[in-house]
Every structure is written in structure tokens, then in C-alpha cells.
């Protein structure tokens, strides 16, 4: 029998990282194919990978930010060719940049329908956001890990918040268990 935590998929890893000096974006996004700059509606450029999928959006001041990627891998798989691009172009790249996990989102499926209105009393509401007139989920915060979970009336949830991938199980575990204390589990 699969478990809650069997089911859980990384949705979107985001991490950050800079090369240390400014970058003239008009110029990079001439030079480098793909690239999409437009200042009216965004101050960064957008570089996306097709292997892995992520993009990357490249700030004037040298940061950088990854969006998109499945897992922590494929972030460090991503940054590293647009690091080579950079330095293709040659703009100096330090040859480890530091790269910070940001958000990891996950998703993961309880198995059981949820009677969201029992759960927002239940799981304290000082800890909870639920007005289903305005979003159909319920959002609870989590201190540990300290994550952010949506929870929804079909029993499945979103983790958001996590720094590592094993934020979301040990999540999914603590959710599962206040739950099924609560009485409210199936």
C-alpha cells in the first residue's frame, strides 16, 4: 500500500546565486540566443534551459535566480551552463558560485477527501487561513518544518517554503499524523 509520502513530486525548485559584478543586460541579451530582456515589463533577463528545463533570470547587479527546475540537481545542472554561456561571453565567473536553495514546492496526496472546515478549527486557528469563498484551499503553517502547506477538500496538498528535499516528507508526515489525531483522516 503506498503511503503520503510515496506520492509526494517536487513541483518547482528555486535557488539563487551572483556572479559578483554588474552586468550590462542589454548587451547579454544580444549576445546570448534565447535570451529575452524587456525592461518595461521585467528589470531582468530571462535565459531558459531545455536540459534540464529551468530558466534563469539574470539581474543587472551579477544575482541570478533559477526557476523551474524538478529538483536541486537539475538547478546546479542549469546554472552551470548558463555559468559557461557567461563565461563564453567572457564575463569572469567564479568557478564554484555559491548556489542557495530559495523554495522547494512539492505536491503530495493524502488519499482521503478532507472536511477542510473541521480541519481549520482543528489545527488551531492562529496557525490556519481558510476562506473557501476566496480560495478553495486551506492554508496552514507549519513551524517544523517550517513550511507552508495548502491543503485542498480532495486530499491533496501543496508544500511550499522547504529549503531541503526532505522538508516535504517530514511535512507530510506531520500533517498526516495532526490529521489523523484530529480524527479527520478518511
Not at 535566480?65 to 563565461?87: M, N, P, Q, Y
Not at 507552508?148 to 522538508?167: A, M, N, P
Amino acid at each position: 500500500m503506498s503511503t503520503p509520502a510515496d506520492s509526494i513530486e517536487i513541483q518547482n525548485v528555486v535557488a539563487s546565486t551572483g556572479i559578483g559584478q554588474e552586468l550590462d543586460l542589454e548587451a547579454l541579451a544580444e549576445d546570448l540566443p534565447g535570451a529575452d530582456f524587456n525592461p518595461d515589463n521585467f528589470p531582468g533577463l530571462v535565459y531558459r534551459t531545455q536540459e534540464p528545463k529551468a530558466a534563469a533570470l539574470i539581474f543587472r547587479s551579477g544575482k541570478i535566480v533559477c526557476t523551474g527546475a524538478k529538483s536541486i540537481d537539475d538547478v546546479h545542472e542549469a546554472l552551470g551552463i548558463i555559468f559557461e554561456k557567461l563565461r563564453g561571453l567572457s564575463i569572469p565567473v567564479d568557478e564554484d558560485p555559491e548556489i542557495t536553495v530559495q523554495n522547494i514546492v512539492s505536491s503530495a496526496d493524502l488519499g482521503h477527501n478532507l472536511n477542510l472546515n473541521a480541519l481549520a478549527i482543528g489545527l488551531g486557528l492562529e496557525d490556519v487561513e481558510y476562506e473557501p469563498e476566496q480560495f478553495p484551499g486551506l492554508v496552514y503553517r507549519m513551524d517544523e518544518p517550517e513550511v507552508v502547506i495548502l491543503l485542498f477538500g480532495s486530499g491533496k496538498i501543496v508544500i511550499t517554503g522547504g529549503k531541503r528535499t526532505d522538508d516535504a516528507e517530514t511535512a507530510v508526515g506531520e500533517i498526516v499524523k495532526r490529521i489523523d489525531d484530529l480524527g479527520l483522516l478518511g
